[in-house]
């Protein structure tokens, strides 16, 4: 389905902001102010990006430890976020979370979660609740070739077959599960969905570096669970730009490897050469997106910079609601 | 009031609460029973017998079937309380918070203050625990204080039918994570239990079963049986003893602990897990801290020994406490000078 020039530009500006807030971050967190482990998203943003177009707000999605890209993808506040990964107590979750722990309920975002296949049976969670409901809305579980091999993964791809629920299992094959390959890893042969597939669902592949099959294959997802078919799986092939961690020295990668993928599958470059040839959108208006969101970008920073420190009281808030 | 069983005053109170709150929603192995089987569903009810009825009544959006599968149990509870439901989830013996305690630890018990205080996690994991089914050692164990020392989550123990009823009914309407910890040796208990159908407990408020002036008992759960057992042999001999069922251990109800020590002065701890690092060392810490001066005695400590639960009868036995075991720990401490 082709989208309209206004939904691919806004794509394109969410993908940009996507890129840019994790470029941003990689330079900071290199000069030492940001307290933490992070972990960058950038390369993969077709694939966040492809997905979160088709939800709203009642439908849920669960993140993973890399989760910046399915947060910003799913409406969480730039400036918050930011906020969040600098400590502040304005930040999306009052500095208590960090990088890995951004949610915001408000949008339907449940969670990044910092344990790798802890997000699968949460998302299972959440459908079952949009089954009740019965409005057709459904949860995405957010996983990476990682967390394909963890148990609990299984649990809720079983669990979610067995009651129907309205699940997606969204897998981001990146070719790495933090220092391994997929091919050493996953023992099924160079694929995930397979394994989705002999669990009774029905499942989807995709080049996750090419924003309109992402959205196109989504649709086609979408459509099939909302319409109460039970959980669907889909693997897109992706590609990490940066280490597990920043300041990985990334020593398991081939020579030449970053600067190839960077050339040959960047999901940004390839939607804007994709959408100029098609004479769909044209350069100037998407330089026009990428000033807006470099400011913008910059913005936050100045804005995480300097916001308020939480202070020794706030440690004791928030563990519970009433105790 | 009705004379109920405390496995009737679980499915009961979570039978109320699902007619009141259509957010309240059950999950776990079996709690339906028989699905896939030529017996159909209902033919178990689960197997405490403390969901029948609750598929037939609610259906099966509402009353879940779930594989045996304990992570995806607790994390299902996770995601439905953080989409606005009221998830009842069972683990059939406590002891399988093993393969699901992630979701149960990193989870539900922090998303809250992970998140920053801006979700809740309304979820009920009922834990079914404790010994003296001879069910050997991983279908026995009372892993209360492992649960208790989690930040975020609440943990509930009732030692009766009417508890039962109020703290469940409290649990379910509370916004926090819930362990709600059920004995399997005390389903078949008798006792009165209100038909308030608003009937709660709050949390953190111990119940005083016996009242005594010489020594001060803390007791949860199945304990408290035995404790009583033990203060009504030591009244025959004029030896008069609180009896305090702590009701819920987090939060915990530590001034009833410390107003009766400081008249007693003397005070025995009864906890059906093993001694390290465990709810007895840590409600002695407690009266160590905020109450020596009024201690007249070192603090007693009756628990089960520092191994795993046994299965012969005779084994398990010399593991658990037992009314004798205390009588003899409150001698020991009126004993001293």
């Known amino acids: 389905m082709q989208l309209s020039r206004e939904d691919l530009l806004e794509a394109y500006r969410r993908m940009k902001i996507i890129r840019d807030f994790e470029e941003f971050l990689h330079d900071e967190i290199a000069k030492g102010e940001i307290a933490g482990f992070t972990h960058l998203y950038a390369g993969q943003e077709a694939v966040a990006v492809g997905v979160c177009d088709h939800l709203d707000a009642d439908d849920k999605i669960v993140s993973t430890h890399r989760g910046h890209g399915h947060c910003l993808a799913k409406g969480c506040d730039v400036e918050g976020m930011m906020k969040e990964i600098w400590g502040s107590r304005e930040g999306l979750c009052k500095g208590k979370g960090g990088s890995m722990h951004i949610a915001d309920a408000d949008v339907g975002m449940l969670g990044a979660n910092g344990i790798v296949g802890a997000g699968a049976p949460i998302a299972v969670g959440a459908a079952l609740s949009a089954k009740i409901d019965g409005k057709g809305k459904v949860a995405i579980a957010f996983s990476g070739d990682g967390a394909c091999n963890q148990g609990t993964t299984f649990e809720a791809m079983n669990m979610a077959v067995v009651t129907k629920a309205p699940a997606i299992f969204v897998f981001e094959n990146n070719h790495y599960s933090e220092h391994t390959g997929f091919e050493y890893a996953v023992g099924t042969d160079k694929d995930i969905a397979s394994r989705a597939e002999a669990f009774g669902m029905k499942v989807w592949r995709a080049d996750g570096t090419d924003f309109s099959a992402v959205h196109d294959t989504m649709s086609e997802v979408l459509e099939y669970v909302r319409a109460g078919n039970g959980p669907a799986a889909v693997e897109f092939d992706t590609e990490r730009f940066y280490g597990h961690f920043e300041g990985d020295p990334q020593r398991y990668r081939a020579k030449g490897e970053i600067d190839r993928i960077r050339a040959e599958r960047d999901c940004i470059k390839k939607f804007r050469e994709s959408v100029t040839e098609a004479k769909l959108l044209d350069g100037a208006e998407l330089d026009k997106v990428d000033a807006e969101v470099a400011t913008q970008i910059e913005n936050a920073v100045v804005a995480a910079r300097a916001a308020e420190r939480p202070t020794a009281e706030d440690v004791l808030a928030d563990v519970y609601i009433d105790y | ?337």
């Open chain 2, 1 to 337: 009031m009705a004379k109920k069983m405390y496995r009737e005053a679980v499915r009961d109170t979570i039978f109320q609460e699902m007619q009141r709150d259509p957010s309240v929603v059950v999950l776990g192995e079996d709690v339906v029973g028989g699905m896939g089987t030529a017996g159909g569903p209902e033919a178990i009810g689960g197997i405490w017998s403390t969901s029948g009825g609750l598929y037939d009544e609610f259906g099966g959006d509402r009353v879940i079937d779930t594989p045996i599968s304990e992570s995806a149990i607790v994390g299902a509870a996770g995601g439905l309380a953080l989409a606005g439901k009221r998830p009842i989830a069972e683990l059939m013996f406590a002891d399988f918070i093993g393969v699901s305690l992630d979701q149960i630890w990193n989870q539900i018990a922090k998303f809250r203050y992970m998140f920053g205080g801006k979700t809740k996690c309304p979820a009920i994991i009922r834990l079914i625990y404790g010994a003296g089914y001879n069910a050997a050692a991983q279908h026995s164990q009372s892993p209360h204080g492992i649960m208790t020392g989690m930040p975020g989550l609440k943990v509930v123990m009732p030692a009766t039918p009417a508890d039962v009823a109020g703290l469940l009914r409290q649990a379910i309407r509370d916004d926090d994570p819930v362990i709600f910890m059920e004995h399997k040796a005390l389903y078949g208990m008798k006792g009165e239990v209100p038909d308030d159908p608003d009937f709660t407990i709050p949390f953190g408020h111990a119940r005083l079963t016996r009242a005594g002036q010489d020594v001060t008992i803390l007791a949860t759960g199945m304990m408290v049986g035995m404790a009583e057992r033990a203060a009504d042999k030591l009244a025959e001999d004029g030896i008069g003893a609180d009896v305090i069922d702590l009701r819920t251990t987090s939060p915990l109800d530590e001034e009833a602990i410390l107003d009766s020590v400081e008249v007693t002065g003397r005070l025995v701890i009864v906890d059906e897990a093993p001694p390290r690092c465990g709810l007895a060392t840590d409600l002695s810490a407690l009266v160590a801290n905020k109450a020596f001066a009024s201690l007249k005695a070192p603090i007693e400590m009756v628990t089960a020994p520092h191994t795993p639960v046994p299965f012969a009868r005779e084994l398990e036995s010399a593991y658990l406490p037992n009314p004798d075991k205390i009588e003899a720990a409150v001698r020991k401490a009126l004993a001293y000078n």
